[in-house]
T-cell receptor, first 116, second 112 residues
Framework: DAGVTQSPTHLIKTRGQHVTLRCSPI?????VSWYQQVLGQGPQFIFQ???????GRGNFPDRFSARQFPNYSSELNVNALLLGDSALYLC???????????????FGQGTRLTVV | KQEVTQIPAALSVPEGENLVLNCSFT??????LQWFRQDPGKGLTSLLL?????REQTSGRLNASLDKSSGRSTLYIAASQPGDSATYLC???????????FGSGTQLTVLP
């Protein structure tokens, strides 16, 4: 079975540009969460989607947005990129809504975004 | 607000040694705690999941314990190998929260 897949694996963008990152969850998983990990730190929560609805949002500016599609895949969009957005962006999938369930999160390999 | 701390930030040991990594959290109302492994520039690999009702979990040479009342978890690695070299992250899923809260990790180096 395929795990969580993310694309692209690496990306270089210029300040002010827009970027879209993609995530396909494990088959049968309906919850997708996005995390940002800057070098030397633990991942920070950005969004959680379940059944195509935003269910949770971390402390990130409105430049960050996301959506989940009917097949449960997800996109993370970042507008007006800043140098500080350079990070590893991780996607995690879970079989159920993480608010109610005592469940395990499975992470993808991440997208390394470099803003120059 | 849940806060997770991992000590030490880095650890270097000779091959074959048994070692313990520590994780502490401030809010004991948790659903579960997960330990992850992260290789440089890579994603997270789940090692062990301990549910709030459990005291420990074992997988191969790894054993994780959980003491909710004191807000602590430990990851015990037996007979360490150079292939165990990686960053180990613990993450807490708090009750009434949707996200995992991570520590900053312990960077482990096992010397041959």
């Amino acid at each position: 079975d395929a795990g969580v897949t993310q694309s692209p694996t690496h990306l270089i963008k210029t300040r002010g540009q827009h970027v879209t990152l993609r995530c396909s969850p494990i088959s049968g998983h309906k919850s997708v969460s996005w995390y940002q990990q800057v070098l030397g730190q633990g991942p920070q929560f950005i969004f959680q989607y379940y059944e195509k609805e935003e269910r949770g949002r971390g402390n990130f500016p409105d430049r960050f947005s996301a959506r989940q599609f009917p097949n449960y895949s997800s996109e993370l969009n970042v507008n007006a990129l800043l140098l500080g957005d350079s990070a590893l962006y991780l996607c995690a999938s879970s079989p159920r809504d993480t608010y109610y369930s005592n469940t395990e999160a499975f992470f993808g390999q991440g997208t390394r975004l470099t803003v120059v | 607000k849940q806060e997770v701390t991992q000590i030490p930030a880095a650890l270097s040991v000779p091959e074959g040694e048994n070692l313990v990594l520590n994780c502490s959290f401030t809010d004991s109302a948790i659903y579960n705690l997960q330990w992850f492994r992260q290789d440089p520039g890579k994603g997270l690999t789940s090692l062990l999941l301990i549910q709030s009702s459990q005291r420990e979990q074992t997988s191969g040479r790894l054993n994780a314990s959980l003491d909710k009342s004191s807000g602590r978890s430990t990851l015990y690695i037996a007979a360490s190998q150079p292939g165990d070299s990686a960053t180990y992250l613990c993450a807490v899923h708090s009750g009434s929260a949707r996200q995992l809260t991570f520590g900053s990790g312990t960077q482990l180096t096992v010397l041959p």
